[in-house]
């Protein structure tokens, strides 16, 4: 147990290596004495480090529902609940399809209330309302605003339980939306609300990369429709944290820094070197199968030919990413793209 949880303390230094190499050490131990009674415990901890950074989002899954179903089976059933949730945060940021992921979100919703882990069940809401505000059709008027996500339901509960990490959680989620559906100033607004709440906290949601992808994302955004925002150092330092990561994390994270280096480049007006950047986004998205942000990149690419009046490469890139957007289940954000494209 001492093992895994310095495995997981190591994430919060971006040392994956090491936190890999620990965490292997207390699954070799564990195995060898048997202590199945701890695997739920141990892969806690293991699985929701260092594994889950620079494995395969695949193999991180497998391992997850195997420590939640020996969790089941031996009692422990806050770490069976903890993996079972964690399990669906990484089928997220790896790009599950959302009506596979949403029918996974109320089963698991459902096996939390019952065995009382209703802090958790919490704590998956901000990514089940996500998730559904891009699967449906939503005209203007009715996508999530910074004003109407503060005055959710579920805002106000994680307010009034002072539960900060809930909090934060609705501003991330809600600043994504608001990203993916072009309210970019909303956008910012909760990443500005977010990270002044973080000041308070020792450890921040990650989210294994996506968080400050995001957050580059919704700076840059704003950065191309705004010549007055001031966005270079949010930008820089954003781009600094993700190289940060390192090799280790490429797998989960490669695609995420050429897609904010592309977007740097276009807003620097260097085209050249954003046209080898989305290029490369978009074909290394691809290769490590995250569909949505695969869809992204194109869409992004699809700007970026649009900005430079090039229509025929901005309509094939628009086209392919509205495919990936209905494949990925975001049908929602596949209308809205199609309804948007300007031209």
């Known amino acids: 147990l001492a093992l895994a949880s310095f495995s997981f303390l190591l994430c919060e230094f971006n040392d994956f290596g090491a936190s890999g190499h620990l965490g292997q050490l207390a699954i070799g131990l564990l195995e060898k004495l048997k202590a199945e009674e701890h695997l739920a415990q141990v892969y806690s901890a293991v699985y929701l480090g260092g594994e889950a950074w620079t494995k395969p989002a695949k193999l ?14 031996t009692g422990d059933i806050r770490n069976a609940m903890l993996l079972a949730s964690t399990n669906m945060g990484v089928a997220f940021v790896s790009g599950q399809n959302l009506v596979v992921l949403g029918e ?7 096996l939390m209330i019952e065995y009382k882990q209703a802090a958790l069940y919490q704590m998956m809401l901000p990514m089940k309302n996500f998730i559904a505000d891009l699967m449906r059709l939503a005209d203007d008027t009715s996508i999530s605003t910074c004003k109407s ?3 959710s339901s579920l805002m106000k509960k994680a307010q009034e339980q002072k539960n900060i990490v809930l909090v934060t959680s609705v501003y ?32 921040t949601n990650k989210n294994y990369g996506s968080t400050s992808f ?16 001031d966005w270079t150092s949010d930008v820089k330092s954003i781009i600094s944290k993700m190289e940060g990561f390192g090799p280790m994390a490429n797998v989960n994270c490669e695609h995420k820094l050429l897609l904010l280096e592309a977007e740097f480049e276009s807003r620097l007006g260097e085209n050249d070197k954003a046209l080898k950047k989305y290029q490369s986004a978009i074909a290394t998205a691809e290769k490590n199968e995250f569909i949505q942000e695969q869809a992204l990149a194109n869409e992004r690419a699809a700007d970026f030919f649009l900005r430079n009046e090039d229509l025929e490469k901005a309509a094939h890139h628009y086209g392919k990413a509205h495919s990936l957007y209905v494949q990925w289940g975001a049908q929602g954000k596949a209308d809205h793209l199609s309804k948007n494209i300007p031209f």
């Open 149 to 151: 996500i503060e005055t």
């Open 214 to 229: 995001y957050d580059g994302l919704i700076f840059l955004a704003m950065a191309h429709n705004s010549k007055d925002f």
């Open 60 to 73: 991180v899954r497998e391992k997850l529902m195997y420590g939640h179903r020996v969790g089941m089976q």
């Open 172 to 203: 991330i989620f809600g600043g994504m939306l608001a990203y993916f559906y072009g309210k970019y100033e909303d956008a910012v607004d909760m990443v500005r609300k977010r990270q002044e709440l973080e000041k308070q906290m020792s450890k």
């Open 104 to 110: 996974d979100l109320k089963k698991y919703g459902k």
